[in-house]
C-alpha cells in the first residue's frame, strides 16, 4: 500500500509541476502519467545511487549543492525514456528545468508525503 500511495504522490507532484513550470510539459492520460511516476521512481531506485556515488567529490566540494544537478539527471532521463513528458528548448535549457522541476517536485512529494505518512516523522 505505501508503495502504491507514493506512486500516486509521484504522480501528483509531476502533473503539479508540469502545471507550475514553463518548459516542463506532460502530455497525455492519467494512467500514461502513472507510468511516467513509475519509470521516475526506476531510475530513482537504479541509477540514481550510481551517479551519486560517482559524483560524490563534486557533491562534497560544492556542499551538496551538486545534488540538485543530480536529481534534475534524473528527471532528465525520465524524460528521455518517457514519450508523455518533455523539456524544451536546448540541452542546457532542459537541463535547468529539469533542475528546476526537481527542486518543486521534491518539495510537493515531501509535503504529500509527510500528509500521508510515506515518511517517518524526524
Do not use: K
Not at 534534475?72 to 532542459?94: A, C, E, H, K, Y
Amino acid at each position: 500500500m505505501n508503495l502504491l500511495l507514493r506512486l500516486l504522490i509521484n504522480a501528483f507532484a509531476l502533473w503539479a509541476t508540469a502545471g507550475i513550470l514553463p518548459g516542463f510539459e506532460f502530455d497525455g492520460s492519467f494512467w500514461e502519467l502513472l507510468l511516467v511516476a513509475l519509470i521516475f521512481g526506476v531510475v530513482n531506485t537504479l541509477i540514481r545511487p550510481v551517479v551519486r556515488l560517482l559524483t560524490l567529490p563534486l557533491t562534497v566540494i560544492t556542499l551538496g549543492l551538486f545534488t540538485l544537478v543530480v536529481n534534475g539527471l534524473m528527471l532528465l532521463i525520465t524524460t528521455v525514456i518517457s514519450d508523455s513528458l518533455s523539456l524544451d528548448g536546448g540541452f542546457f535549457r532542459q537541463l535547468l528545468t529539469a533542475i528546476a522541476g526537481a527542486v518543486i517536485i521534491s518539495v510537493v512529494s515531501m509535503v504529500l508525503g509527510r500528509i500521508g505518512g510515506t515518511r517517518d516523522p524526524s
